[in-house]
Structures are given as structure tokens and as C-alpha cells.
């Protein structure tokens, strides 16, 4: 196998060629990091948008790069790029597609339940409004039977089954799914539930946006009756205190009690 060369060769064979191209690099880094301007500072001024009209761009967009994190982001910072240009421009929406799949396929937090943080952090006045908000959606994401979107044009044209995650783990929420469905997962039909409901999240984080901005954020979302009853000894502030979590606990937890 005379083509299969090790990482370990090349990067012993290109060692000292190597520090010296990076010394080079950061140098020539520093400099224009020096000189360009940096980005505009967060918070961003929010633009209030109908939720209902970012769907299909995040549906597409998510398919686009079977990017459930860059579907969110893209369609809603796009939208107000196309709309406002700068600061919303000026954001490196392709560095989002790392989030598919729960971080890089690894099943961990939803990419709709991260790229919400990120835009929250993006446009909310302090950090107390930003966890409040992350809890809120962590939770929506989990309670809710999703995916409800319809796309207008869709890339695998079939009914979808609904179902409730009951955690915001992409690992758990894409099982249920393919436990309701039948379908296999890493499957295109598994991939257009997903995309489906990018469409609902992106949705939701707008409703989100436009209510906080105007002042008028109702939180309605709450822990299922049995996290809170774990959490009244083992939260923070009580007694045992060594969980911090705010998923609910369930999915991985019976009441070992
Ligand atoms: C009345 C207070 C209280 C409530 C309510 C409570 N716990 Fe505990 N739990 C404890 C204490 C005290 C311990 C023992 C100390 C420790 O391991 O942290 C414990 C231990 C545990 C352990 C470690 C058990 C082991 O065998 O190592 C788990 C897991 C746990 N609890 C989960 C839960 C879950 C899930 C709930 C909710 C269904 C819950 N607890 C509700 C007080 C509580
Ligand atoms: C995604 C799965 C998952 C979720 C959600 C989860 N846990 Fe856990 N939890 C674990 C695992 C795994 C451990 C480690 C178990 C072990 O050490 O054997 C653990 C450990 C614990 C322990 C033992 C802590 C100790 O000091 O030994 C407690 C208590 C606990 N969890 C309570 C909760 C509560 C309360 C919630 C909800 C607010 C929760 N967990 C949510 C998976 C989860």
C-alpha cells in the first residue's frame, strides 16, 4: 500500500518546514488582526420578523448542508443580512455547520437547541435573560411534538411521523423519532424530520426574539414534575446540590429513591 501514508509521517516529514510557515502565519496574523476593525459589538439590534416566513428558508437551508444548527442561523441571520445588511452580514454563518447532528453527528444537544443560544446571545441585553431564555427553548425543544412544518417544496415528499423527544440530546430525540416512525436513522427520511423541524425551532427562536424584544417574554416552560421533585434536594441551593442540569431527567434517570 505504497499511497497510504500516516499523519505521524507527514507531520514528522514537515516538522521544521511546518513551525516555520505557522511562525510566519501568526506574525502576518497579528498584524492584521492589529489593523482590521473588530466585529460589532453584542447585543445587536433586533429586527422583528414573522416567524412563519424564515420556515422554508430554514428548511432548505438546513438540507442544504444536512445542517440542523446552520439551517437555524443561516435562515434568520440571512434573512436580516438580505434585509440590513451590516452587523448581521458581517457574521461567519458557515461557521455553524459544526453543530449538525448534536456537535459533528456526535448525538449531544440538538443544533436547533444550540444555534438558539447562539442567536440569543447575539441580540439579548444580559446574561441572566440569555440562561432564562436557553432554559426556555431547551424545553421547548423537549415537550413538544414536533416536526409540524409542512415545506412548501419538500425533498422527500412523505407524511412524518410526530414525536416528543423528551430531551434536548439529538442521540434521544432522533431514536424516539425512529422508534415512532419505523425509519432508520441517518436515513433521508430521518434527515427530512430533521430539516422539518429546523423550520419549527427557527420559528420558535423568532417568536422568541420578537417577544423578548418588545418586552413582553412570557416564560411558560417548567421542568416535568418529577426533575423538580429531584431537583428540590439535589439542585442548587439545597441539601445535596451536586446536579446541574437543567434537562429534564427522566430519559436517563428512574427515582433510584
Ligand atoms: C428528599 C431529597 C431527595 C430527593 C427528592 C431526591 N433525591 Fe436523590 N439522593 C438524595 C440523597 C440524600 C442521596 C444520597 C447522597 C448522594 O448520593 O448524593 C441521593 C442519591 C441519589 C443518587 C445516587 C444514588 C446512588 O445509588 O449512587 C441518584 C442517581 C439520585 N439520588 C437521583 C435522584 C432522582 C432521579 C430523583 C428524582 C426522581 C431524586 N434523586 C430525588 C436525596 C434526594
Ligand atoms: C442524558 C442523561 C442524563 C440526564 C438528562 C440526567 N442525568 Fe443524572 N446522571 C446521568 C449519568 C450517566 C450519571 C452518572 C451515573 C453514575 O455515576 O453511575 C448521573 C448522575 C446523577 C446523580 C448522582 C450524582 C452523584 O453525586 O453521584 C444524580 C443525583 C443525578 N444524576 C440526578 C439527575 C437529575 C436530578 C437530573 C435532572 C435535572 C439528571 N440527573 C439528568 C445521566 C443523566
Not at 455547520?97 to 456537535?103: A, E, K, L, N, T
Request: charged share 20%; net charge positive; glycine share 10%.
Amino acid at each position: 500500500m505504497k499511497m497510504k501514508i500516516s499523519r505521524r509521517e507527514i507531520l514528522g516529514a514537515g516538522t521544521v518546514a511546518g513551525c516555520a510557515a505557522i511562525g510566519g502565519a501568526l506574525l502576518k496574523g497579528a498584524n492584521v488582526a492589529a489593523a482590521s476593525p473588530s466585529a460589532a459589538a453584542v447585543p445587536w439590534t433586533w429586527k422583528k420578523m414573522d416567524p412563519a416566513e424564515i420556515q422554508e428558508r430554514a428548511y432548505q437551508s438546513a438540507w442544504e448542508k444536512i445542517g440542523c444548527m446552520y439551517g437555524a442561523c443561516e435562515s434568520i441571520l440571512g434573512t436580516l443580512a438580505d434585509r440590513y445588511g451590516a452587523p448581521y452580514n458581517t457574521f461567519p454563518v458557515d461557521a455553524t455547520v459544526y453543530g449538525s447532528g448534536g456537535i459533528g453527528g456526535i448525538g449531544s444537544v440538538c443544533g436547533t437547541v444550540n444555534a438558539s443560544g447562539l442567536l440569543f446571545n447575539l441580540f439579548v441585553k444580559n446574561q441572566n435573560d440569555l440562561f432564562a431564555l436557553c432554559s426556555e427553548m431547551s424545553l421547548w425543544y423537549e415537550k413538544a411534538s414536533l416536526p409540524v412544518y409542512r415545506p412548501k417544496k419538500p425533498k422527500v415528499d412523505i407524511e412524518i411521523v410526530r414525536s416528543v423527544a423528551g430531551s434536548n440530546l439529538c442521540h434521544i430525540s432522533s431514536t424516539k423519532w425512529a422508534n415512532a416512525s419505523g425509519y432508520k436513522v441517518l436515513t433521508n427520511e430521518h434527515f427530512e424530520r430533521c430539516n422539518r423541524l429546523v423550520a419549527d425551532a427557527a420559528a420558535e427562536i423568532v417568536r422568541m426574539l420578537n417577544e423578548y424584544d418588545a418586552g413582553n417574554m412570557a416564560f411558560k416552560q417548567k421542568l416535568n414534575d418529577f426533575s423538580q421533585q429531584c431537583l428540590s434536594c439535589h439542585g442548587p441551593g439545597n441539601t445535596t446540590a451536586n446536579v446541574a442540569s437543567g434537562m429534564t431527567c427522566n430519559p436517563c434517570h428512574e427515582n433510584p429513591h
